[in-house]
């Protein structure tokens, strides 16, 4: 198995043999050996244990906050907040896969009420942009992951690039970490932008106005409290460092785990296992990559299973380790810095589109078709 990705061509070189089983006629197979091991059973005390940790962790952090008072190492519990909201991200990232209660009702409330009120995000938009990507990973024109943002992820938009957009993808590789330190900012902005115009949300009107109420509050008491207790440009400086450590942590978590994987084309006929899997990368790092990341480390196990609790994507690992030698699909890992490493020397690749009007052939082959 790969230690690390470096996607190639996807093209079947023999015909299969009429009526032989393919990855996703046999994948009710996996998920059935997966169901009689107890993998998909939940484990809610988990996830109480964690959200109580990261409460208390929180506490302690703005208690620092408030007893620093007028002081320059206000920067430090700054960077500690965005790392706790990052955590609380992902428990609301796994209780929108109903990973957490068995009630959808409930996964749908803690989801919200932590993912809005904590971290500052919009549920119901992040809902709605999630779910695309998860149905069609990768996938030209249909996972909003790789439509064009501040950087771009395949050659036809670094071709279409003008000015200083131009000028940004041709470094894109190089400036995707530093961009990151952006990134908090931006998710606040869209959810807020989402919230507000009632675009791209998956939810009910009252949802809706819940959500807005809470993201006032939350933004309100967290403003309150930086420049209840410091100046007005250390609160701001907090404030940046803040969010320059949520994004980062957010695009340092969510980023290895497709981008340089095979991009597939739109339209492109690909089983639903052989799609997961083959688009997906595992970080390696044992236990403590489990909790840094959130289980996002499991990204092939957590495609093929969702609604997975955490504590069990290590085992089910295993098993689709196993599924995926019998049939034939990479199974592709590599360890956290690796992975950056690929996914900067990617974006570098996709980005010679933008100083050359042909298409580059080493990002071609980064395509499924």
């Given at each position: 198995?790969?230690?690390?990705s470096?996607p190639?061509?996807?093209?079947?070189?023999?015909?299969?043999?009429p009526g032989?089983p393919?990855p996703?006629s046999?994948?009710?197979d996996l998920?059935?050996r997966?169901?009689t091991?107890?993998?998909?059973e939940r484990?809610t005390?988990?996830y109480?244990?964690?959200f109580i940790t990261?409460?208390?962790?929180t506490?302690?952090t703005?208690g620092?906050v408030?007893l620093?008072?007028a002081?320059?190492?206000?920067?430090?519990p700054?960077?500690?907040l965005?790392?706790?909201?990052?955590?609380?991200a992902?428990l609301?990232h796994?209780?929108?896969?109903?990973?957490i209660?068995?009630?959808?009702?409930w996964?749908?409330?803690?989801?919200?009420?932590v993912?809005v009120?904590?971290?500052?995000?919009?549920?119901s938009?992040?809902?709605?942009k999630h779910n695309r990507?998860?149905g069609?990973p990768?996938?030209?024109?249909k996972?909003?992951?790789?439509?064009?943002?501040?950087?771009?992820?395949?050659?036809?938009d670094?071709?279409?690039?003008r000015?200083?957009?131009?000028?940004?993808?041709?470094?894109?590789?190089w400036a995707?970490?530093?961009?990151?330190?952006?990134?908090g900012?931006?998710?606040?902005?869209?959810?807020?932008?989402?919230v507000v115009?009632?675009?791209?949300?998956k939810?009910?009107?009252?949802?809706?106005?819940l959500?807005?109420?809470?993201?006032?509050v939350?933004?309100?008491?967290?403003?309150w409290l930086?420049?209840?207790?410091?100046p007005?440009?250390?609160?701001?400086?907090f404030?940046a460092?803040q969010?320059?450590v949520f994004?980062?942590?957010?695009?340092?978590?969510?980023?290895?785990?497709?981008?340089?994987m095979?991009?597939i084309?739109?339209?492109?006929?690909?089983?639903?296992?052989?799609?997961?899997?083959?688009t997906?990368?595992?970080?390696?790092?044992?236990?403590?990559?489990d909790h840094l990341?959130g289980g996002?480390n499991?990204?092939?196990?957590?495609h093929?299973?969702?609604?997975?609790?955490?504590p069990?994507l290590?085992?089910a690992?295993?098993?689709v380790?196993?599924h995926?030698?019998?049939?034939?699909?990479?199974?592709?890992e590599?360890?956290?810095f690796?992975?950056y490493?690929?996914?900067?020397?990617?974006?570098?690749r996709?980005g010679?589109?933008?100083?050359?009007?042909?298409?580059c052939?080493?990002v071609s082959?980064?395509?499924?078709?």
């Amino acid at each position: 198995m790969p230690s690390s990705s470096t996607p190639t061509l996807y093209r079947p070189t023999t015909p299969r043999t009429p009526g032989a089983p393919t990855p996703t006629s046999t994948y009710k197979d996996l998920l059935e050996r997966v169901r009689t091991e107890g993998l998909l059973e939940r484990r809610t005390g988990f996830y109480w244990g964690v959200f109580i940790t990261l409460s208390l962790a929180t506490a302690a952090t703005l208690g620092v906050v408030a007893l620093l008072g007028a002081s320059w190492f206000q920067l430090i519990p700054a960077a500690v907040l965005g790392v706790l909201f990052t955590q609380f991200a992902f428990l609301s990232h796994e209780a929108a896969h109903r990973q957490i209660f068995a009630s959808r009702k409930w996964n749908d409330h803690a989801g919200r009420w932590v993912g809005v009120l904590i971290v500052g995000l919009s549920y119901s938009w992040w809902m709605n942009k999630h779910n695309r990507h998860h149905g069609n990973p990768n996938t030209i024109g249909k996972d909003p992951d790789i439509a064009p943002d501040g950087v771009v992820f395949i050659e036809e938009d670094a071709q279409q690039r003008r000015g200083l957009l131009r000028r940004l993808a041709m470094v894109q590789g190089w400036a995707f970490f530093p961009l990151l330190t952006l990134e908090g900012a931006n998710l606040h902005v869209l959810s807020i932008r989402a919230v507000v115009s009632g675009k791209a949300v998956k939810g009910t009107p009252k949802e809706r106005l819940l959500e807005g109420i809470l993201l006032t509050v939350r933004f309100a008491l967290l403003a309150w409290l930086v420049f209840a207790v410091m100046p007005l440009g250390m609160g701001f400086a907090f404030l940046a460092v803040q969010m320059a450590v949520f994004g980062v942590m957010m695009g340092g978590s969510f980023a290895p785990n497709h981008k340089g994987m095979p991009v597939i084309a739109e339209g492109a006929k690909i089983d639903f296992f052989s799609r997961q899997v083959r688009t997906s990368r595992n970080i390696t790092g044992g236990v403590w990559a489990d909790h840094l990341l959130g289980g996002l480390n499991h990204q092939a196990e957590h495609h093929l299973f969702p609604n997975m609790a955490r504590p069990n994507l290590r085992r089910a690992k295993v098993l689709v380790q196993e599924h995926c030698a019998q049939h034939g699909v990479p199974y592709t890992e590599a360890s956290l810095f690796r992975s950056y490493g690929i996914v900067v020397r990617y974006l570098n690749r996709v980005g010679l589109a933008a100083r050359d009007p042909f298409t580059c052939p080493m990002v071609s082959a980064y395509r499924l078709h």
